[in-house]
């Protein structure tokens, strides 16, 4: 079965400072990747999806970007934090027929 | 468009039911139904696909009014473990990604 790892776990930062979180899949082979953005007790917001390497569509535009280097990662960055973007960052992935997708632990950041 | 979720929060005594609604202005493919407790991931529960039954296990079930476009969790005698947000994500008929609804906040108290 599909294992979605994350890191890292937590993470504080200032503002302004650059960012990159990271999202490897196992033991599936050319998934549709996710990006999502959770606020405190919100819902679930887009924001990129990946249907291969090199491909990335972005859902919202902002200070955020997204890349896939190879099959089972993909990775969130940023030049420059801003306040708005803490939240809780979830990776998924999707395979197969079906569009089920799939949840990593995710990464909380907190932009100070 | 994002399919909309009702109630948009509930809570209740252990051991009563409770309805969950997902409704879509689309014409869907498939349901998805997932779980959220507090801190943690979304869990995947089930999928109702169009054309197919109604899905369950335990005391979780849920069904798929295609002409409708809508789906509806059933959680029947509830525990305090089914307590968190649940979330519905709907694909549309043409193979679409799955767009979430803004979820159901469940809370169940002894």
């Known amino acids: 079965s599909q294992t979605i790892h994350q890191w890292p776990a937590t993470l504080v930062q200032p503002v302004g400072s650059p960012l990159s979180l990271e999202c490897t899949v196992e033991?599936?082979?050319?998934?549709?990747l996710y990006w999502y953005r959770q606020a405190a007790g919100r819902g679930l917001q887009l924001l990129f999806y990946?249907?291969?390497?090199?491909?990335i569509s972005s859902e919202v535009p902002q200070n955020l970007s997204a890349s896939r280097p190879q099959d089972r990662q993909f990775i969130l960055s940023s030049k420059k934090l801003l306040l708005s973007d803490s939240g809780f960052y979830l990776c998924?992935?999707?395979?197969?027929?079906?569009?089920?997708?799939?949840f990593g632990p995710g990464t909380r950041l907190l932009v100070l | 468009q994002q399919p909309v979720q009702s109630p948009q929060a509930v809570i209740l005594r252990e051991g009563e039911d409770a309805v969950i609604n997902c409704s879509s202005s689309?014409?869907?493919?498939?349901v998805h139904w997932y779980r959220q407790k507090h801190g943690e991931a979304p869990v995947f529960l089930m999928i109702l696909l169009k054309g197919g039954e109604q899905k369950g296990h335990e005391k979780i079930s849920a069904s798929f009014n295609e002409k409708k476009q809508q789906s509806s969790l059933y959680l029947t005698a509830s525990q305090l473990s089914y307590s968190g947000t649940y979330f519905c994500?709907?694909?549309?008929?043409?193979?679409?990604?799955?767009?979430f609804g803004a979820g159901t906040i469940l809370r169940v108290k002894s």
């Open positions: 033991g599936t082979s050319n998934p549709n």
């Open positions: 990946s249907v291969g390497i090199g491909q």
């Open positions: 994500g709907t694909e549309g008929e043409y193979g679409n990604k799955l767009v």
């Open positions: 689309k014409a869907l493919y498939s």
């Open positions: 998924a992935q999707s395979s197969g027929d079906q569009e089920t997708q799939y």
